[in-house]
């Protein structure tokens, strides 16, 4: 099982920041700043405190990295999962849900996110307003 939640750096240039992790009791990487901490370690070890990249990882408050993991994830949106039959929209239509009749899906990273959605509501716009994630949860990846 895998752990993902926000946690505080403890060493290093950004010690204080705060950064969206996964991981076990082995080990822990960063998911939200992937891109810089990637950079950071593709740096020779004696170069690694000195790389740049460090001004791009990590956040001033739990909130923030929050948000920024938030921000990763929709950009990995995908709003063309097909699937087997047909079942209806899940998006919220007044005091409703939409329930028209569709064989696709819109999908998070991870499937944080995946509901049957029809083509009026199969935007980012409406996943943004049915999921108020990730928030920490505990999964299998
Ligand atoms: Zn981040
Ligand atoms: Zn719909």
């Avoid at 990882?57 to 999962?81: C, F, I, K, Q, S």
Wanted: hydrophobic share 40%; net charge positive; proline share 6%.
């Amino acid at each position: 099982m895998r752990v993902h939640t926000v946690q505080q750096l403890l060493a290093g240039p950004r010690a204080g920041m705060w950064v969206y992790m996964g991981g076990n009791d082995r080990s822990w990487y960063i998911e939200c700043c992937a891109a810089a901490a990637r950079t950071v370690m593709s740096a020779p070890r004696s170069m690694r405190t000195a790389s740049p990249a460090w001004q791009e990882l990590g956040h001033p408050t739990p909130t923030d990295a929050y948000a920024h993991m938030r921000a990763v994830l929709l950009e990995g949106l995908d709003l063309n999962r097909s699937f087997a039959g047909w079942t209806g929209c899940q998006a919220p239509d007044g005091k409703r849900i939409c329930n028209e009749a569709t064989h696709k899906a819109a999908a998070l990273p991870k499937l944080l996110f995946y509901t049957p959605l029809c083509d009026t509501h199969r935007t980012r716009d409406t996943v943004e307003s049915m999921w108020d994630g990730p928030g920490a949860w505990i999964g299998s990846q």
